[in-house]
């Protein structure tokens, strides 16, 4: 579709390289066909730490996008900045694009919601944490993919003795942390988990049950049961793709990329929970990042943001963005589409994702809202590496993060208060 000279242009900024990046610019080509009012132009701003580092510095400048993709830990600062973010949900209807909040899957429409259920971010790459496994190893070893820890500690020595690392994770703060409180519906931090606001919101990190599971996971790591080859995302899916680990705890956004870089038929499963806590696991929450509709634009530039809000959230166009990259369908009329078109019969585990996120619910299961999120990871990071080097203990560790997320939280309060 031709477009008129005076087609109002509105800016995407985004955070996906590579395979990601080429659907994001099909989309965005798309989009711009559809239609002759508005022209979308997408850019590339580096990974998801640089990308938010860019569009904070663009909004003190004034020279800001309309749509910023912010990730999840990111999520807090962009919506606690004054006067910086215009909610999704107010902005698609005062422009007249017609809204439901329950044509979104569970699990994907709160976490970037306010304590009322307002989406202020439009979900965009949404995935969870999942468990992959080498369909050949488990064979091999005789077993089946875990439901349990109780039941991986069953199965792991048997998958040692076929020759296999049994277990690799790629993100401990995301899925042994955040998702493990919320597989076990359990409160991660005060003010509703912080959803509630930053003032005085402290991290529930320091408890009985993280820290018997940290205690379970240095002794798998001691026993040669679990793999950990540091922080890095890819280090630890190598050792999955290569057929090192037979299992791997990833994003369902991984499956994909899977397909490809695997010689080896694998399937995927939930993300395991402790029978000892919860008789019957919760749901997980969604990571990734969403698109957010940054202030102070003009009314036509708002429209046409809204306009594309719409566009993506379309069945046809999250089918395709699913199909394309492994991220789950954000609506259920997505979800509908992809499985009266036979894709879960193709890919079993392509749907795994979507049918953890939409398990049962709990209090604790809407995911969080906290400020310098990133800094609290990082200092995650360190004392979990400091664990599994023997340089510290579970008990100490645990102490030291709560004691230094707090501390960051605090200081977060005060800049947005």
Do not use: C
């Not at 589409?337 to 036979?342: E, L, Q, R, V």
């Amino acid at each position: 579709m031709a477009h008129a000279a005076d087609a109002t242009k509105i800016t995407l900024w985004h955070a996906m390289g590579g395979r990601l990046g080429e659907v994001v610019n099909e989309i965005a080509t798309r989009f711009n066909a559809d239609q002759s009012a508005a022209m979308l132009e997408p850019a590339y701003k580096g990974g998801y730490e640089d990308t938010l580092t860019s569009v904070i510095a663009a909004f003190r400048a004034g020279e800001h996008p309309n749509i910023a993709q912010v990730f999840d830990a990111g999520a807090a600062t962009i919506i606690g900045a004054p006067g910086a973010v215009a909610a999704a949900e107010d902005l698609l209807a005062e422009t007249g694009v017609a809204f439901d909040p329950n044509d979104y899957i569970d699990g994907v429409r709160y976490f970037y919601a306010d304590s009322a259920g307002k989406m202020i971010g439009m979900p965009f790459n949404s995935s969870t944490p999942i468990l992959y496994y080498n369909e050949d190893a488990l064979k091999k070893a005789g077993v089946t993919p875990p439901k349990t820890w109780e039941e991986f500690q069953e199965i792991a020595p048997k998958l040692k003795e076929a020759g296999y690392v049994p277990l690799a994770q790629s993100h401990l703060p995301w899925i042994f942390t955040e998702n493990f409180f919320s597989r076990h519906n359990l409160q991660f931090a005060t003010n509703n988990n912080g959803f509630d606001g930053a003032e005085g919101t402290k991290l529930l990190i320091n408890t009985p049950e993280i820290k018997m599971h940290f205690a379970r996971v240095k002794e798998w790591l001691d026993a040669g049961l679990f793999g950990f080859y540091g922080t890095g995302w890819n280090d630890n899916q190598a050792a999955f793709e290569t057929g090192k680990a037979a299992m791997w705890l990833g994003s369902s956004g991984s499956f994909g990329g899977l397909l490809k870089s695997t010689n080896f038929p694998f399937s995927a499963t939930f993300l395991p929970y402790w029978k000892e806590i919860t008789e019957q696991p919760y749901s997980t929450f969604i990571g990734g990042a969403a698109l957010f509709a940054l202030s102070g634009k003009p009314a036509e530039e708002n429209r046409a943001t809204a306009e594309f809000f719409k566009y993506l959230s379309s069945p046809e166009i999250q089918y395709y963005w699913h199909k394309e990259t492994g991220y789950v369908p954000i609506t259920k009329a997505a979800y509908e589409m992809a499985k009266m078109d036979g894709h879960y019969e193709r890919f079993p585990a392509a749907e795994i994702g979507i049918l953890q996120l939409n398990e049962r619910a709990g209090e604790w299961t809407r995911g969080y809202r906290l400020g310098y999120y990133v800094q609290i990871r990082d200092v995650m990071n360190r004392e979990y590496g400091r664990i599994f080097s023997g340089e510290t203990d579970v008990d100490t560790a645990f102490a030291t993060i709560e004691s230094e997320a707090n501390a960051l939280l605090d200081r977060f309060a005060r800049t947005t208060g």
